[in-house]
């Protein structure tokens, strides 16, 4: 077989359909859908910071409510580690730009392959910024609950969820590890089953493409 | 830098179909490829710098949306939503059955190659030169020019047996 002729049935090949465009419809539809995109991602960005900021009003509250001197400070702690999350998924998102169509394929898998492991090594630290400090400052918040009554203190609502007793602070720290480490294992699985594959298909056809 | 988006569509249009229906496999139509490749140029078009041709950026655009659809990459964006404003309308009367059926031949021994080499040859069967070759792949043109050497001998071994 000859070049032209593999060339022929190549371009013959875009000739079974004919494609026309409505063009301002069209830069209405790709406008639209910019918009769409943009507002998932706001509304995105809103829900994962609306979390954090919801943490920092109620654990405000009871800095502010609470007597017991050893959870005041957790309270603090906690404010300080959501402030901290939120600034970590800022940091991720400036890392985790979408992908640029115009770079080259050797650019593009090179970028593609830092901001996969940019995921995986984000998610694989989670034990270590999100889920260890968050359970040490609800256990030092859980175990500096005293009895209310020493400190003439009286509040209902937060009385009826606090675990004041010694059986419902062990129950609570034992609900509160298990929760951490299910985090943890969630985090791990979704680099090993989601991340994983797909970094490597990225990096193998990185080298087969510099392969001589 | 300016470009209009309509006539770069009414240029580009059948290159960017064509390598759409070699990437293309369930559940992506050749359809579906062609609009995310034709979406990601709108998007892309504010950046273009002049620093290659438009129609080499074009290429560019369209081999890394087909790459990143085969790796499912952004599942953020509806692929499958389709725009009404671009019309597919199948020219019966003018498809020659044989053509085709060669057609169909040649993406079969086209997807027995590897995903890069895949990039590599429709752009050669899209008569790129090595230097343009380079330009979208970021590869130097000696690496293209032996790496096309290895990719046709494979490709014409597969297909000549097939087609004569």
Known sequence: MLEPELKDIWNNSSRTSQITFETNQLIDELNAKVSDIQKKIRNRDLREISASLFGILIFGYMLYEIPFPITKLACGFSIMWFVFVIFKFKQSKQQNMPAKFSLSLIEQFEYQEATMQYQANLLESAAYWYSAPAFVTNLIFIVGLGNPVDYSWSNSIAESFLPLTINLKIMTIIALALFYSFTIWVNKRAVIKGIEPLLNSIKSMGQQLKKE | ?164
């Open chain 2, 1 to 164: 830098m300016q470009v209009n988006f309509e006539q770069l569509l009414e240029k580009n249009k059948h290159k960017i179909f064509r390598i759409c229906r070699i990437y293309a496999g369930s559940p992506m139509e050749p359809q579906d490829l062609f609009q995310e490749v034709v979406f990601q140029i709108w998007k892309s078009l504010e950046s273009y710098a002049g620093k290659s041709s438009i129609d080499t950026w074009v290429y560019k655009i369209t081999i890394n949306v087909c790459l990143q659809s085969k790796l499912n990459l952004d599942r953020s964006n509806d692929k499958t939503d389709r725009f009404e404003s671009i019309h597919f309308t199948p020219i019966e009367n003018e498809i020659d059955e044989s053509e085709e059926e060669k057609f169909r031949l040649l993406k079969e021994c086209i997807t027995t190659l590897s995903e890069t080499s895949v990039s590599l040859i429709v752009l050669y069967l899209d008569a790129l030169s090595n230097k343009e070759i380079a330009v979208v792949t970021g590869l130097s043109e000696n690496h293209i020019a032996v790496k096309m050497k290895r990719i046709r001998k494979k490709l014409f071994e597969c297909i000549t047996p097939k087609i004569s």
